[in-house]
C-alpha cells in the first residue's frame, strides 16, 4: 500500500509486464488501439476520502473514474482470453520464483494449487483476473485511447489467435521446409514465394531444431512473416509489413553475415511501423537454416528456390544488389522438402522435445537404477497437455518368453495429480486418431472400442460404451479398457488406501499373459478391485503412462522385482544381477501427433474424371505409378522410404551395416549365401530399384552398389582376370567335327593350318 514509485522492483516489473502483455494480445488478436480525436481530453480521477482511505505512510489512493465506461458485449470473448493470459503471465513468474503445483498452498515449500490451467482454477480465482482485464480495458478507454475491433477479412478463420489457439491450429494447417543435412550456416540467401491464394500463411526461415507439432513463429526455431494479419512470428508477433494479396510475390531474405533476416512485397522492402526493413536483427549465431512455409486450408503457392534463375521474378529487383545469391544455386539438384504429417506416432523422447524429457538415472544404494521423466511445458509456464507415454521394451506373447508374470513400477512424484494420471499396459497396435492428445477444458477424454473419442462435458450426453464414469473436473475416465489399451486411473486406484497428498506414490502393474490379466499393487499389496482383461492377443505388450504435467517432476520408471513376477528386464533381457544399468536400447517414447515425411521429388501424372455413378464420384487414376523401396519397422507397424533416412541417423547407421555386413558374407565367391540373401532378404528387384534411384542417401548408395557387385559381378570379374592370359581351346570330338567353311579348298587349308597349330601348342600345356 504505496505509491507505484516505491513498489519494490519485482512488483513495478510485474505490473508492467503486465499491462505490456495485455497490449500486445489486443495487437495480436487483430484489435487496433486508436488516439481520442480531442486534444484537450485529461482522464478523470476519483476523490476518496482522505480520513477513510490514506495510509500512514502518507499514501492515498487515486484511481480513474470508470464508472461511466461501458464495455460491449462482444467483446466478451476478448476478455476471456486476456483473463487467461493474465493467469499465464503470473504462473510464469510464479514458477521462475521456484513455486510448483500442489494440493494445497505452502508458503515454505513453495507451492500452490492454482499453478494448472485456467479452466481448472476456483471461480474466485478466474473472477479476479477477469476485473484484471476490465479494469485494464476501462483505464485504456478513460485516458482517451479507442480500442477497435479485427477487420472482418482478418477475422474469418482464425478470430481467436491468443497463444493456445495458434499452437493448436497448426492441425489445420500443413508446413513445409527443406531437408535437413543442405541446411546454410554462412552466407546471404534468397527465394521467393508467388501466392496463388491470399489467406493464412507463413513464410520465411526456421532452424534445423523446428518442431513438427508446432506452428512456425511460436517459438525460437522460426522467423516467418504472416501477410494475412500483417505481422511476423517468432517466440510471439509484431505488427510488420503490410497484407498481401493474390499473385503477389513475397522475397526472403537471409543474411547470416550481419545475422538478419528481411521480407520484400513485389520487389519492395517490407518494413515496420518505424520505418525499420529488418524483420529480425541478432537471430542465433551458429544455427542452421532453412526455408520454411505453413499454409491454412486451401491456400496455394509456388517456392521457388533459385535452382533455374530464369524463373526468379523479383530478385533483380531485390536481392541481387545487395549480395544475395538465390538458395539452390550453390546445388547442382533440387532441394528435398519435407511436410508435416499429422499421423501419430511413438518417438524417442530425445533433448530436443519441446515438451518433455527422460534421463537414465544409474543405480544407488538400496534402489535399482530408474528413467525419469521431467515436463519442460510446466517449467516454462505453458498449458500442458496429455502426454501418452510408453517403454520401447514390449512383451511378446506369441510363447518366446517362457516366463508368464510380469511387471513394471513407477514413482509419483508429489506434485503431479493422480487425478490427471493413468497407469496400464499397452499394446503395438495402439493407433489413436490425429488430435486426441489436445486437451480442452470442454471436452473430455475417453477409450471406446480401440480409438480415442471426445465428447463434450455441457449440453450433450455421454457415450462412452466402456463402463467408465464421469468425474467433476470434465476430465478423463475412472478406468480405460479396449482392445489396444488397458488402463487405470492412479486416484480410482488409492481410492480405498489412506495416504497423503505429499507422499511419494508408488505403483506396480502386473500382466499374467496366460490369463490375459492386468492387476495393480500398491506397496507390494494387492488391489483385488481393479483387474483389466486382455481380450485379445497382441503382438506385444508396452508399459505405458498417460498424464497431465502438473509439476516439472512428474514420474519414474523403476524395474525392482517382486515376488511372484519378474520385471521387465529379468525375464526379456535376462538381466539377473540385483543392481545393472539400464542399456541404452532401453528408451522412453512419447506419442506425438505428427512426423516430418518427405515429399516425392517427380510425382507421376495423376487423371482425374467425373464418375459415372449418381453420387457425384470423382475418378482418380495414375498412368505410370512409382515404385518405391520401403523400410518398414514390424514392431512398429510403420514404414519410410529409403531417401527419407537421411534424416534418420540411427536408422541409416543399421541398414547401412546390414548391407556392408551381406557383402562381407558373400566375398569371395560365397555362392551358397549369396543366393541365401538374395532369396530372403535383398531380392533382385530391390537392387535394381537403389540402383535407379537419384535421390538414395550416400552411405546407402554406396552400400547398395557395393552389395551389388559382390553378389552379381564380383565373382564374373574375378574369373576374368584370373584368366586373361589364358587362351584354352577344347579337343573334344564334337569341336573337332565342327565346320567353319563349306568350300573344299578353304577347308583343306584350315584343316592343315589347325593341325600345324596343334602342334605348336600342345607341348606347350
Not at 154 to 163: A, D, E, I, M, T
Not at 341 to 350: E, H, L, R, T
Not at 504 to 523: H, L
Amino acid at each position: 500500500l504505496s505509491t507505484f514509485q516505491d513498489l519494490s522492483p519485482t512488483n513495478r516489473e510485474y505490473d508492467m509486464r503486465l499491462v505490456s502483455h495485455i497490449m500486445k494480445t489486443l495487437l495480436t488478436l487483430g484489435y487496433s488501439i486508436g488516439v481520442h480525436s480531442s486534444h484537450d481530453f485529461r482522464p478523470r480521477y476519483l476523490s476518496l476520502n482522505k480520513k477513510q482511505y490514506r495510509q500512514s505512510n502518507g499514501y492515498t489512493p487515486q484511481p480513474l473514474d470508470l464508472e461511466s465506461i461501458e464495455i460491449p458485449e462482444q467483446m466478451s470473448e476478448l476478455i476471456e482470453a486476456l483473463a487467461q493470459d493474465t493467469h499465464n503471465v503470473w504462473a510464469a513468474q510464479r514458477i521462475a520464483e521456484g513455486w510448483s503445483y500442489g494440493h494445497g498452498k505452502c508458503e515454505e515449500m513453495k507451492r500452490t494449487p492454482f499453478l494448472t490451467v485456467f479452466g481448472r482454477l476456483p471461480n474466485e480465482v478466474k473472477l479476479s483476473n477477469r476485473c484484471t482485464v476490465i479494469q485494464t480495458i476501462k483505464t485504456i478507454l478513460a485516458c482517451g485511447y479507442s480500442i477497435n475491433e479485427p477487420s472482418r477479412k482478418q477475422s474469418v478463420g482464425f478470430k481467436s489467435l491468443r497463444r493456445e489457439s495458434v499452437e493448436s491450429a497448426w492441425r489445420d494447417c500443413r508446413t513445409f521446409r527443406g531437408q535437413r543435412d543442405q541446411a546454410i550456416a554462412q552466407g546471404k540467401w534468397y527465394y521467393e514465394v508467388e501466392l496463388h491464394t491470399s489467406g493464412f500463411m507463413r513464410i520465411g526461415w526456421c532452424t534445423v531444431d523446428l518442431s513438427v507439432t508446432s506452428m512456425p513463429g511460436s517459438d525460437q526455431n522460426a522467423f516467418v512473416y504472416d501477410g494475412f494479419l500483417a505481422c511476423k512470428w517468432n517466440n510471439g508477433s509484431e505488427s510488420f509489413g503490410r497484407t498481401w494479396q493474390e499473385h503477389d510475390v513475397i522475397g526472403c531474405l537471409l543474411d547470416l553475415e550481419k545475422r538478419t533476416v528481411s521480407f520484400s512485397l513485389n520487389g519492395s522492402l517490407l518494413s515496420d511501423a518505424m520505418g525499420n526493413e529488418v524483420a529480425f536483427d541478432n537471430i542465433p549465431e551458429g544455427q542452421r537454416f532453412l526455408p520454411v512455409l505453413c499454409l491454412g486450408p486451401a491456400q496455394r503457392v509456388t517456392c521457388l528456390l533459385g535452382r533455374d534463375l530464369g524463373q526468379l521474378k523479383m530478385f533483380n529487383l531485390c536481392g541481387l544488389q545487395q549480395g544475395y545469391e538465390p538458395l539452390c544455386s550453390m546445388f547442382n539438384h533440387f532441394m528435398p522438402m519435407w511436410a508435416s504429417c499429422n499421423m501419430p506416432v511413438f518417438v524417442d523422447i530425445s533433448h530436443n522435445n519441446p515438451r518433455l524429457g527422460a534421463f537414465n538415472q544409474p543405480p544407488a544404494p538400496n534402489r535399482s537404477p530408474y528413467l525419469r521423466v521431467t515436463s519442460k511445458a510446466v517449467l516454462a509456464g505453458t498449458t500442458p497437455r496429455m502426454e501418452c507415454v510408453r517403454l520401447n521394451l514390449g512383451i511378446p506373447l506369441d510363447g518366446s518368453v517362457e516366463m508368464e508374470k510380469f511387471c513394471f513400477d513407477i514413482r509419483l512424484s508429489p506434485g503431479q495429480d493422480r487425478a490427471q494420471t493413468y497407469l496400464g499396459w499397452l499394446s503395438s497396435e495402439f493407433r489413436p486418431e490425429p488430435g486426441v492428445l489436445e486437451r480442452h477444458d470442454s471436452h473430455k477424454v475417453t477409450i471406446c472400442q480401440g480409438t480415442w473419442q471426445r465428447e463434450e462435458t455441457e449440453g450433450t450426453e455421454s457415450n462412452n460404451e466402456s463402463g467408465s464414469e464421469d468425474d467433476d473436473d470434465g476430465f478423463g475416465v475412472e478406468m480405460m479398457e479396449c482392445q489396444s489399451m488397458h488402463i487405470a486411473r492412479i486416484s480410482s486406484l488409492l481410492s480405498n488406501v489412506d495416504i497423503g497428498s505429499d507422499e511419494v506414490v508408488e505403483m506396480t502393474c502386473v500382466v499374467d499373459t496366460e490369463e490375459g490379466v492386468i492387476t495393480f499393487r500398491y506397496k507390494g499389496e494387492e488391489l483385488s478391485n481393479h483387474v483389466l482383461q486382455i481380450p485379445s492377443e497382441p503382438r506385444l505388450l508396452h508399459p505405458v503412462v498417460l498424464f497431465v504435467p502438473t509439476g516439472e517432476e512428474v514420474l519414474e520408471f523403476d524395474f525392482s522385482n517382486q515376488e511372484d513376477c519378474l520385471s521387465l528386464f529379468e525375464g526379456i533381457l535376462q538381466v539377473r544381477r540385483r543392481f545393472f544399468v539400464v542399456p541404452n536400447r532401453v528408451r522412453l517414447e512419447s506419442l506425438e501427433e505428427a512426423e516430418w515425411r518427405m515429399l516425392p521429388v517427380n510425382l507421376p501424372p495423376i487423371k482425374s474424371r467425373n464418375g459415372t455413378g449418381k453420387g457425384g464420384e470423382l475418378d482418380v487414376s495414375i498412368e505410370k505409378p512409382r515404385t518405391s523401396v520401403m523400410v518398414e519397422i514390424s514392431r512398429e507397424l510403420h514404414s519410410w522410404s529409403l531417401p527419407e533416412l537421411v534424416e534418420m541417423p540411427n536408422l541409416m547407421k543399421f541398414h547401412t551395416g546390414t548391407l556392408d555386413l551381406y557383402s562381407g558374407l558373400c566375398m569371395q565367391g560365397n555362392e551358397r549365401v549369396g543366393n541365401r540373401i538374395t532369396r530372403d532378404h535383398v531380392t533382385k528387384q530391390q537392387l535394381m530399384e537403389c540402383a535407379k534411384m537419384d535421390d538414395l542417401p550416400g552411405p546407402l548408395n554406396r552400400s547398395f552398389f557395393r552389395l551389388l557387385s559382390t553378389l552379381h559381378l564380383e565373382r564374373h570379374v574375378n574369373a576374368r582376370l584370373l584368366t586373361r592370359s589364358e587362351f584354352v581351346i577344347p579337343l573334344e570330338l564334337v569341336k573337332k567335327a565342327s565346320k567353319l567353311y563349306t568350300a573344299s579348298d578353304t577347308k583343306t587349308r584350315f584343316s592343315t593350318a589347325r593341325s600345324s597349330m596343334m602342334g605348336r601348342v600342345l607341348p606347350g600345356m
